[in-house]
């Protein structure tokens, strides 16, 4: 029901920042494109696909996987209905395609409970 597009992706050096963002539109004209949790998630060659930050319909609540905590920070712009997530002081270990995806609940953040999913945009830091 809802068409991600996500940007921002590519390779830096470790220490330092990227922006993503990703921009959410409604596949029918009588839906509302900003009432719906977004998320980002990543998934590195190999392994699970993990939630790394969501972000509640409205704005003013959010969630950080611990491995992020303190450098990243997810937000949205209900107007522009679009989602960012910051990523400073960037480490190899962020490396990973970064998936853009939204839900109709709060409070969890499986695979599974997500329904609309980006293409997903690469992310590499180097050291």
């Known amino acids: 029901q809802v068409q991600l597009v996500e940007s921002g992706g590519g390779l830096v050096q470790a220490g330092f920042s990227l922006r993503l963002s990703c921009v959410a539109s409604?596949?029918?004209?009588?839906?509302?494109?900003?009432?719906?949790?977004m998320a980002w998630f990543r998934q590195a060659p190999g392994k699970e696909r993990d939630v790394v930050a969501a972000?509640?319909?409205?704005?003013?609540?959010?969630y950080y996987a611990d491995s992020v905590k303190d450098r990243f920070t997810i937000s949205r712009d209900i107007a522009e209905n679009t989602c960012y997530l910051q990523m400073n002081n960037l480490k190899p270990d962020d490396t990973a395609v970064y998936y853009c995806?939204?839900?109709?609940?709060?409070?969890?953040?499986?695979?599974?409970?997500?329904?609309?999913w980006g293409q997903g945009t690469q992310v590499t830091v180097s050291s």
């Open positions: 409604a596949q029918t004209t009588n839906k509302t494109t900003n009432n719906f949790v």
């Open positions: 972000i509640s319909r409205y704005g003013h609540l959010t």
């Open positions: 995806a939204t839900s109709f609940k709060w409070g969890s953040y499986s695979v599974g409970d997500f329904g609309s």
